[in-house]
Each structure stands twice: as structure tokens, then as C-alpha cells.
């Protein structure tokens, strides 16, 4: 990683005076850019089942099965009955078809299937499908990763998915491409569930924590991170999340979770505002937000200088919120813009905002994707208006009186999307 950092620096000094030329370059230094995405569901290959790609898996996604529902006359189960084949068919028949793809998540398909050379107007999926049965995975990967400008991606590891954990007692053959984060919902938000799976992993645990379930949990977090050396920790919270927290959650983050990341250096990722299963016939699909208080984040900021917090936050109207909690606390890197807000006219707005508070010391976005071929719709629509807000930025910058240079414009948009998160993970904090 370190290769994409340094090589920014060879180019020369140009000092850009005019709006017109600011554009130009801003723009095709974002577009060039590889970046670092910090958070994803993806897998590499050797994670067999925790894997998805192809257009069966990207026309399942939970986004197009929450709008498939509102588009024909069947409940989630009927669907969920259906082969995988039948369910893809059925979401490009009803969404891509009789429908126009206007949605976010709909037109981001259409752009896959374009960037693939595949045909976006089908009618039906069998060009697609042809397409996905002849690729070579590991060619097919490394053209997506190249063609999306993806440097490397971080996926979410969750020592409490059995099918993860078997995976790991395989050995699995890892992909430099491919970072892990230790992804700690079910300890912290459902402690006796969390409780059981430690039981069950051989770590002793009360039923209400107490001081030994402290250093049993402990242990765990410690054994997974010798195991699968993540660049953070992370975890989910909804949208009431309280600090300082009474009950196992609150107990587990300040005697567990925050000296683990103190003693191996690691940031605590809070992704703040989930409100999971609001509709829970839709499982994945079925989760919905809530604003949350953004003063937990800056009592845990102040309680702990010495951890480091990446907060994405889930609701809109916390965006503004956050980004004056970072001005407060250097320990506070807002990252992304996170779910139901990744969507180009948010993108644009949360972008904007962070700017004029921020300059260049947030992390601009993650992906967040689940299928692989995603990363050729969420990044080029996420850099385009990181890229036009940036560059309307820049412009103010030089209509105030002080051009800006191209190495300038290079190291900015490298902190965007990729250095200020690399700059706080492990191998580069001992650099
Ligand atoms: O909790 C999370 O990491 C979320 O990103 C969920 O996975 C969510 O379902 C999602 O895929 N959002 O894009
Ligand atoms: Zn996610």
C-alpha cells in the first residue's frame, strides 16, 4: 500500500489559477486515484461461501429485494422460496424490465452490466449469465479491482458467523488485496447470544459481565486479532446508543474493546444509527435508521484521547452533527457515507459539509459492497461527486487569490480516499 502513497509525490508543481483548468485536473486526479475501502463486505475467493459475485448475487441484493416488494404482489417469503436464478429473474423482469432503473441501486447494475460490455437493455439475464459462467475468478477479480481503481479493500470479519470461523480453522489462503476488521455486533449489542458463542468458543462468561467475563472476553478479542490481524475494530450501534453505557455493551466497550485497541494500536469503528429489523419479514433488507445522539461520541472522544474512533453515522441529519464532534476531537475521523446515504445526491452534500469544516481530514467514503462487481458502480458514482465537490472547493480556494497546484490537488484526494484512513492503521502507525 505503501507504493500508492509515495507515488503521488513525483509529480510536478503546476499552479492552477484558473476555475476551468481546477476542474479539469481535480477531476481526473479523482477518477485516477486508487482507493483504499475501509469498509466491505467482500471476500476473496478462498472464503468460498462467504463470497458473492455475478449477476445472480448482484440482482438479490438486499437494496433491489426491499424494492422488488414494492414493485409486485409477493411477500418476502414466497420470494425467499425461490431459487437464486428464479429470485434474479424475477427482480430484472419486474425492476430492469416492466420498470425503469432509476433507483441508485438499479442504475448502479445498469452500470456493472455496462462497464462489463454487457448489455444493460436485455431482456432477460441470459447474455449475463453466459458472461459470469466463462470468467476465470482470479482474472475476473483482479480486472474489477483494476478497472474500480480499488488499492484494496477491508471486508468484515465476524468471529461469531460459524461459516467465517470455519473458514479460519481451514487456513485460508489470504489476498493481499484483502484487509480484515474484527466485526464485534453480536458481543456488544446481544450479549446473550454473545455470552453463548463465547461459552461455546471455550471463553468462561457470566451472565451479567463481571470481572472475569472481562478478561475471558478479553482473551477472545485477543485470539482473533493474533488470528486475522484486523486494522480495526468495529461494531454496529442503533440509533440510542447511549455513552457512558449502563449494561453489558457499555461494560464490554470501556473494559474490553477500548484497551484492546489502546494495546494493539487499533481504531474502534462506530457505525451509529442502525435501527435492525424494522421489518423483519425482510431479514437483510428489513433494517431502517434512527437519528442517534452524537454526544456518546464525543463523551467516549474526550473519555479516551488516547483511542482513535472512526464514526460513520446512519442518518442524515446527523451528518452536520458529526462533522462539528471532529472539530472537537483529533481522536474523531468521520468516515463515509454510510448505507441509505450513499446515494449521489447525499454523497454530494455530506461531501461539501465536510469540506468547509473539515479540509481534507475525513475519510470521503467506503464502499460497503457485498458483491463484487459493485465496486464498479458504488466507486464511480461516489468519486463523481467527491470530484465535484471538491473541485467547486478548489475553485473558491482560487478565486480567493491562491491557485492551487496538480501535487496538491494529488495529496488532498489521496487523504480522501485512502491515507487518512491508512495513516492510522497499525503497519503505518509503527512507519
Ligand atoms: O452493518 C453494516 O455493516 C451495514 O453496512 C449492513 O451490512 C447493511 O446491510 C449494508 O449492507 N449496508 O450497505
Ligand atoms: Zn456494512
Known sequence: MTEIVENRTAVPQQPLHGAEDVRLHTARVVQEMAVFDMHTHLF?????????????????????????????????????????????????????VRNTPL????????????????????????????????????????RVFDRARVGGV?????????????????GPELDDRFHTALRLDTLLNDWPEGRKRLIAAGYAAAAEPD????????????????????????????????????????????????????????????????????????????????????????????????NRFL?????????????????????????????????????????RERLEMLGTSFIAQHSDARVLEQLLYKWPHARREISLALADQYVRVVENGRPVTVA????????LLADNFLQWTPSRQSA
Open 311 to 351: 464514526v460513520t453515522m446512519l442518518s442524515r441529519e446527523n451528518q452536520h452533527d458529526l462533522c462539528v464532534a471532529a472539530r472537537k476531537f483529533s481522536n474523531l475521523m468521520p468516515f463515509g457515507c454510510w448505507w441509505f446515504l450513499n446515494n449521489p445526491s447525499i454523497v454530494s452534500e455530506i461531501t
Open 103 to 142: 433507483s441508485e441501486a438499479t442504475c448502479g447494475v445498469v452500470a456493472v452490466l455496462s462497464a462489463l460490455g454487457l448489455d444493460p437493455s436485455a431482456p432477460n439475464l441470459t447474455e449475463a449469465r453466459e458472461f459470469f459462467r466463462d470468467v476465470t475468478p482470479s482474472d475476473h477479480l483482479a
Open 211 to 306: 470481572a472475569a467475563t472481562v478478561v475471558q472476553a478479553r482473551r477472545f478479542i485477543d485470539a482473533w486479532i493474533a488470528r486475522m490481524a484486523p486494522l480495526y475494530l468495529a461494531v454496529s450501534l442503533p440509533d440510542d446508543f447511549a455513552w457512558p453505557g449502563d449494561g453489558p455493551r457499555g461494560l464490554l466497550i470501556r473494559d474490553v474493546v477500548l484497551p484492546a485497541c489502546r494495546d494493539h494500536g487499533l481504531p474502534f469503528a462506530m457505525m451509529i444509527g442502525v435501527r435492525r429489523a424494522v421489518n423483519p419479514e425482510l431479514h437483510d433488507a428489513g433494517d431502517g435508521l434512527g437519528r442517534a445522539d452524537v454526544t456518546a461520541v464525543q463523551r467516549m472522544c474526550a473519555e479516551h484521547p488516547d
Open 154 to 170: 477491508v471486508m468484515t470479519n465476524d468471529p461469531f458467523d460459524t461459516r467465517e470461523v470455519r473458514v479460519w480453522d481451514e
Open 44 to 96: 476473496p475467493p478462498a472464503f468460498t461461501e462467504l463470497t458473492r459475485s455475478g449477476i445472480d448475487d448482484l440482482l438479490t441484493y438486499h437494496y433491489l429485494v426491499a424494492e422488488l416488494m414494492r414493485a409486485v404482489e409477493m411477500r418476502p417469503e414466497q420470494f425467499r422460496r425461490l431459487t437464486k436464478p428464479a429470485q434474479a429473474d424475477l427482480v430484472w423482469d419486474a425492476l430492469f
Open 408 to 415: 496538491e490537488i494529488e495529496r488532498d484526494v489521496g487523504r
